[in-house]
């Protein structure tokens, strides 16, 4: 169960990275509506990421955490904000994310 906890804290951990981005393209109300949700996300994201490391141990933890962050910002930037979609970004994206699954495989 606390791996599915902290995979959703790496979902927020995208979520509040994407919301940083949608503040870069906003003003007014809109800008404070994102940065709410800037927050929210955040908060969400520490709170899972400390629940899963009461039982998973943190030196696997936290790279889990901050990958599955990066990836899931990298693809949110190729989708959203038409960032590069190289083919060695994409090969450099996949060995984070082999490395992530490595981790899972040999924490106990």
Same mark, same amino acid.
Do not use: K, M, P
């Given at each position: 169960m606390n791996w599915i906890i902290l995979i959703v804290a790496g979902f927020f951990e995208s979520g509040f990275a994407f919301c940083l981005g949608k503040m870069k393209?906003?003003?007014?109300?809109e800008w404070y509506l994102w940065g709410a949700g800037f927050l929210?996300?955040?908060a969400l994201s520490m709170v899972l990421l400390a629940k899963a490391v009461q039982t998973l141990p943190i030196g696997t933890a936290y790279p889990v955490?901050?990958?599955?962050?990066?990836?899931g910002t990298v693809v949110l930037g190729i989708v959203f904000?038409?960032? @590069?979609? @190289?083919?060695?970004?994409?090969f450099f994206i996949t060995t984070l994310i082999a490395s992530i699954v490595g981790l899972k495989m040999v924490s106990h």
């Open positions: 393209e906003a003003s007014g109300t929210a996300s955040l955490w901050t990958g599955i962050g990066a990836v904000f038409n960032e @590069s979609a @190289s083919f060695l970004r994409l």
